[in-house]
């Protein structure tokens, strides 16, 4: 039997070969399905997530359909509390005030002055921390047509401000501006000390007012009230009910303190403001 030609290519395709030299084609004609399938895998992969997104987008809107947003489902509730202390302290300033050419003089004769006060302040039993000084130096000018501005010498203010936590002791706290010759009594104002429990009190009162009106806001409109959601408070203005001038109309300084002074008392309020949900 003769082998035409040709025939070889035949056998070895029959035998699974490439034949002719065309092996190379083979291999790239194959890589390529490969990277074709693996192509398609890739989309219909990001195919499934995005069909799948959109489902579950659906299925949220359709279960908001006909309902408020739920931060939109909620009520403010404000409340107030008000109580009542008893001034516990006074708060009064004692100064002194001088003008002298030489400004080294001018303060060694405010110190003079300042100095008795102080030290008998200490003597009466007042503490270190209850006292604040405030000291200033400053050159004080006349002027005239004829010589302008001139110096007329240097000025030097110095003030207490005192804390009085025993009350008793206000009037001769007060006499000693007129002993020690202060030219200045800048007034009485009562206070309380430490707020904090008052304000404590305050607040329990604002708690318990926004909830009676949250149960009874809940009773009108048909609905119960879940957990809160925000809580918010502010403190109310404070009352000092009590100020005194000690001034004596000829000279500007009393020779001596009142007789009697009431410290009175000051409301402390705190405002609430509670957001509650609505719940069917």
Do not use: W
């Not at 000018?141 to 501005?149: C, E, I, L, R």
């Not at 609905?223 to 004596?248: F, N, Q, T």
């Not at 009175?264 to 509650?276: A, E, F, L, Q, T």
């Amino acid at each position: 039997m003769g082998i035409t030609p040709g025939g070889n290519n035949k056998l070895d395709q029959m035998m699974g070969g490439c034949g002719g030299g065309r092996c190379a084609d083979c291999h790239d004609h194959g890589f390529g399905k490969k990277l074709l399938f693996t192509l398609v895998g890739i989309l219909m992969v990001y195919g499934v997530f995005y069909v799948g997104t959109l489902i579950s987008n659906n299925l949220k809107e359709h279960e908001f359909i006909g309902k408020a947003d739920r931060m939109e489902r909620t009520v403010v509730i404000n409340g107030f509390g008000k109580v009542n202390g008893k001034n516990d302290i006074a708060m009064t300033t004692i100064g002194y005030s001088n003008t002298d050419k030489d400004v080294a003089k001018a303060q060694a004769e405010n110190k003079k002055v300042m100095d008795q006060v102080y030290m008998e302040l200490k003597q009466m039993g007042i503490e270190e921390k209850d006292l604040q000084s405030n000291y200033n130096v400053y050159p004080e000018y006349n002027y005239t047509q004829d010589k302008g501005q001139e110096l007329k010498g240097y000025r030097v203010s110095n003030s207490l401000t005192i804390k009085i936590r025993d009350l008793s002791k206000i009037s001769n706290i007060l006499g000693l501006a007129g002993k020690y010759g202060a030219t200045e009594v800048n007034g009485l104002s009562f206070t309380i000390d430490d707020t904090e429990n008052l304000k404590a009190q305050a607040r329990e009162k604002a708690l318990a007012d926004a909830k009676a009106k949250a149960l009874k806001m809940g009773q009108s409109l048909g609905v119960r009230l879940g957990s809160v959601i925000s809580y918010s408070e502010y403190e109310g203005g404070s009352e000092y009910p009590y100020a005194v001038k000690y001034m004596d109309a000829a000279s500007g300084m009393g020779g001596a303190a009142p007789a009697a002074v009431s410290g009175g008392s000051m409301d402390v309020s705190m405002n609430v403001s509670v957001v509650y949900e609505i719940l069917q």
